[in-house]
């Protein structure tokens, strides 16, 4: 079974440029997840979707950043316009229903690693 | 000051010894406490998970979580090259923010043979 895909791998862009990264979930996995890793640190959650829905939108930065999941399945997070201060790796996670009954693995791709100059 | 810390290190090992890798936190709320391991260039993978206190082992890993000193630990026994990699503790809370992870900053560990 195929993990989470993330693509592009490797962005690199100019400030004030904008740019949109993609991830494709587990098949039946419902609870998508977008985390920003610096450098040095661990990932830190932007937003989470249960479904369309975003449930947990509180740590993103909405003047610039802005994703959608359209149909509950792909889901694109975009930053316009870019500052330097977002190079990072945008890392995305599926899991199955986090309803709080049961453990629920969250599996991650591989990132995204945007470098803004 | 963090919710959750962590050493940074970096730990380096040979072959062969134990490590010891830990966390500090400081929201009582956490009930799930996991361990990731990240490799260069690849996202975090789960290597053990424990619900609330206690003792948990999986092969040459063992967690601990000690609620009351709000710590937790990560043992690796017969440390192997192939487990270079950065190991990251992540936490959550219950309820609504069940799926919400908390991570420290990840302890860089080189085993060399």
């Known amino acids: 079974e195929a993990g989470v895909v993330q693509s592009p791998r490797y962005k690199i862009i100019e400030k004030k440029q904008p740019v949109a990264f993609w991830c494709n979930p587990i098949s039946g996995h419902n609870t998508l997840y977008w985390y920003r890793q610096n450098l040095g640190q661990g990932p830190e959650l932007l937003i989470r979707y249960e479904n369309e829905e975003a449930v947990d939108d509180s740590q993103l930065p909405k003047d610039r950043f802005s994703a959608e999941r359209l149909k509950g399945v792909d889901s694109t997070l975009k930053i316009q316009p870019a500052e330097l201060g977002d190079s990072a790796v945008y890392l995305c996670?599926?899991?199955?229903?986090?309803?709080?009954?049961?453990?629920?693995?969250?599996?991650f791709g591989p990132g995204t690693r945007l470098t803004v100059l | 000051q963090k919710e959750v810390e962590q050493d940074p290190g970096p730990l380096s090992v040979p072959e062969g010894a134990i490590v010891s890798l830990n966390c500090t936190y400081s929201?009582?709320?956490?009930?799930?406490f996991m361990w990731y391991r990240q490799y260069s260039r690849k996202g975090p993978e789960l290597l053990m998970y424990?619900?609330?206190?206690g003792n948990k082992e999986d092969g040459r890993f063992t967690a601990q979580v000690d609620k009351s000193s709000k710590y937790i630990s990560l043992f690796i026994r017969d440390s192997q090259p192939s487990d270079s990699a950065t190991y990251l503790c992540a936490m959550s809370a219950g309820g609504t923010s069940y799926g919400k992870l908390t991570f420290g900053q990840g302890t860089i560990l080189t085993v060399h043979p």
């Open positions: 996670a599926s899991s199955l229903d986090p309803s709080g009954k049961n453990f629920n693995e969250q599996f």
């Open positions: 424990t619900y609330s206190s």
């Open positions: 929201n009582s709320a956490f009930q799930y």
